[in-house]
C-alpha cells in the first residue's frame, strides 16, 4: 500500500515499495509501521531527525536487515530472500562505511565492478566523477569529498536501476557538499532513481521530487517538498522594520498571521498571503513605512520542524524566541 | 544516448554473467595486493620463523648430537617449531587484526550490499594466510636441509596431513578471535596472551619432545602440541600419531564450528 500516493502513477509499478514496514531492536520498535513507494526516475528523500529510524529503513532496503513485520520490494523482489538480484539492480553509499586504508581507487573501482553482471565502465565513472587524476591514490589519504565521490562511483559502478545515498553530505565543506548534489542530480538526470537519506533540509528541498519524513519511527508526512510547506498553518514569512513602533497586538490580530517575533525594532511574522495583504493596507492607514520589507515563502526548514519532535521525546531544534499565538 | 549520463556505459540484457567466481577472485587480487602492502605481517609471518632457524642453527651446541634427545640434535628438533611459528604468526596475530577492522571499519558491511558476499573476503585472507605459511614453511625446509643438514620430512604425505591440520587449527582459531573480539584493540590483545601458552605448547622454549613426561602428555592435548608432535613423527619417517592428527583435528573442527556461530557481520 502506497499512502497518498498520486493517481497519475496508479499504474506504474513502483521500483521500490516499502509497505507497513517495522523493524525492533531489543524489543524497542525502530522503525513502526513505516510505508512509501518511490517511482523509477525521481530522488526520494527519507527526511527525519536522528535516531528517527531512517537508516534502518534504508538498510531493510538493501537487504541488510530483515524486517520484523511488512513488506519491502525492490522492482518486486525480497531484498532478503531475492538478496543478488536486488544487489544486483540496487547501487548502496552506506553511513559511515570505509574501505580498506591502502586499497587505491583504482582497485576499488576494479574489484568492485567484477561483482555485477553488467558493471559501468569504471575509468569513464571515474572521469565524470573527478577521480581520474586519483586513480593511484590509497583511499586512507583521499579527502573526504574525494571519499564520497568514491563512494557515489562504487554505488554506480554495477549500472544499477536505484542507489540508496545515507547521509551522503554528512561532513562535507559547503563546497564539496555543492559539488555532490550537482552529482546526485546528475544521477537522477542518467535515468537512475536515488532514495537519499538525509537530515539536511537545505540538502532535500534542492534535490527532492518528493520526500518521507519518519519521527519516532513513523512516517510523518509524505508528499513534495512544496507540498510539505504549502501543508503548514503559515507558509509565509514577512520580516521588516517599521519607521515607528506598531501595536504588536494589531499584528497578531492580522487575518491568517500566526506568530509575531520582534528583535530590537525588526519584526518577523508567520502568515499567509492573506496577512502580507493585510499588512501593507494597516501600514499604508498608519502612513508607516516598511524599511527592509522581505516576504519569503518558509522553508522545508519551518515545516519539518512543525512536522517531526511535538511527541517524541527527540530534541526539537531551539526555535529562537517565539510566540506561538494560537 | 544525449544526457550526460553517469550510469555509464549502455548496459547490456541482464543474466550476461555469473557474478560468483569473478567475484571470489577479484577480491583475492585485490586482497593479495593489499597483503603485500603490509610490510610488518609479511615479516612476522613468511621471514621471522627462517630467521628464527638460522639464528638458532648458528649456535654450534645445537648442532651436535644429544643423547637426552636421542641422539638428534636441537637444530632437528626446531624445523617443526619454526613450522608452527609461522602458522601461530599467521593464523593467530596477523589474520584476526585484519578482519575485525575490516569489521570496524564498515567493509564487510558494504560488501553485504553488493552481490558479492563478505565470506569472499574472509575467504580470501583464509586463503592468503595459509599461502604466506606454506612459502614460510618451504623457506624453513629449505634453510634446514641445505644450511644445518636437517633431514627432509621422510614422510612426505604425513607431513603435508600434519602440516594442512596444523594451518586450520592456526587459522581457525584466528577466526574464533576475530568472531568474538569486537575491535581490533581487543584482537590483538587477546592474540599476544594467547601466543606465549600457544609457543610453549608448539615447543619453542623446549620442544615438546625434550619436556618431562607428565607435562608432556599434557601438551600433547592441545592442539599445537599435538600438532608439532605430529610433524616431527612426520619428518623423522614415520606415519604421524592417529591420536596426535587426531587432537588438532577434533580441535580445529571445534575452531570451525565456535567461528562460523560466533561471527558477526558488523
Known sequence: ??????????????????????????????????????????????????????????????????????????????????????AQLLGAQLQESRLQPKITVREALRMYSAFYRQPADWRALAAKLGLQDRLDVRFGTLSGGQKQRLFIALALVGSPRAVVLDELTTGLDPRARRTVWELVEDIRDSGVTVLLVTHLMEEAQRLCDRVAVIDGGRLAALGTPAELISQKADPTVIAFTPSQPLPEGELSALPGARSVRTQGPRVTLHGTDETVDALLTTLARRRITAGQLRVKDASLDDAFLDLTGNESAAPRPAHAHQENLT | MTTAHLSGTAAPPHGAKPAGPSALLSVLRTEFRLFLREPGALFWVVVFPPALLTILGCIPSFREASADLGGRRTVDLYVPVAVLLSMIVSGVQTMPSILTGYRERGILRRLRATPARPHHLLTAQIVLHGCASAASVLLVLAIGRLAFDVSLPGQLAGYLVAAALTAGAALSLGAVLSAIARTTKIAQTVGTLAFFPMMFTAGVWLPVQAMPDTLRHLVEFTPFGAASQALDQAATGSWPGWTHLGVTALWTAVFVWTAVRRFRWE
Open chain 1, 1 to 86: 500500500m502506497c499512502a497518498r500516493w498520486p493517481l497519475r502513477h496508479a499504474r506504474a509499478m513502483p521500483l521500490i515499495e516499502v509497505s507497513g514496514l517495522r523493524k525492533e531492536y531489543e524489543g524497542r520498535p525502530v522503525v513502526d509501521g513505516v510505508s512509501f513507494c518511490v517511482e523509477e526516475g525521481e530522488i526520494f528523500g527519507v527526511l527525519g531527525p536522528n535516531g528517527a529510524g531512517k537508516t534502518t529503513t534504508v538498510e531493510c532496503v538493501e537487504g541488510l536487515r530483515t524486517p520484523d513485520a511488512g513488506r519491502v520490494r525492490v522492482a518486486g523482489l525480497d531484498p532478503v530472500a531475492d538478496h543478488d538480484d536486488v
